[in-house]
């Protein structure tokens, strides 16, 4: 994978000013997710590890119990995951995730910001099969046989393992995420991940050149100021 899954999730918080937007996006995944599943961490591990991400970010704590109360008092907002994917500046393949209360509404701003900076948004299939859904996790490790037996003994399927800096990456199909995580603790007790998240991976990357990279950022400041979305995943070598 070659430490690529660090450029192919456009981050949230470019400065410090972004930090409300952040605070939203994480607020409605965990209002959405404690809705669907249950409001007790223990109870819920996609809401567990969910809050331990947020928690990563910075995310304050009443932001956090704000999004899990609401949920627990029903009604509110009916948000529903979405994916729209397209073509971006410089060829670039792009995949978008939201979550939203109007389809309508945020297909018409994704489409918008496509439009705008003379870009093409596709239908449902058009780039997403270049990408992998992979679950990702990044730790501080340094014995790379023991963290592939760890994960062989409980039959996870690993698609990718890579050692540097004394940090270990692991990559697994995003169906085998709670089962790698769980063989991981398991085998060597707490880990403090640096990352423990899925995300889509490209598998090839496409190089932007100097003339398309002011309307690449153009394109992804539009996208992620867009309170629907969630995250940005692209194929762009930067």
């Known amino acids: 994978m070659g430490r690529a899954y660090q450029n192919r999730k456009e981050s949230m918080a470019k400065t410090s000013d972004a930090k409300a937007k952040v605070y939203s996006r994480y607020g409605r995944e965990i209002y959405v997710c404690a809705k669907a599943g249950g409001c007790e961490p223990d109870g819920n591990l996609t809401l567990r590890g969910l809050i331990d991400r947020a928690k990563k970010d910075q995310v304050p704590s009443h932001v956090i119990e704000k999004a899990i109360q609401k949920a627990k008092g029903g009604g509110g ?123 889509y991976l490209a598998q090839n990357t496409t190089p932007i050149d100097a003339e398309a990279l002011p309307m690449f950022e153009k394109f992804m400041d539009m996208i992620n100021d867009l309170d629907d979305v969630q995250n940005v995943y692209h194929n762009a070598e930067l």
């Open 77 to 199: 907002e009916d948000f529903a995951p979405a994916i729209y994917e397209g073509y971006g500046p410089g060829s670039t393949m792009v995949m978008i995730e939201c979550l939203t209360d109007n389809p309508n509404r945020t297909f018409g701003d994704v489409r918008l910001c496509f439009t705008k900076t003379k870009c093409k948004i596709g239908t449902q299939g058009s780039v997403s099969h270049m990408f992998d859904h992979s679950a990702i996790f990044v730790f501080k490790h340094d014995d790379e046989e023991a963290v592939l037996e760890a994960l062989m003994m409980e039959d996870v399927d690993v698609s990718d393992l890579e050692h540097e800096d004394g940090l270990m990456t692991v990559f697994v199909p995003h169906t085998e995420y709670f089962k790698a995580k769980q063989a991981l603790e398991n085998t060597f007790g707490e880990i403090d991940f640096e990352i423990a998240e899925i995300q």
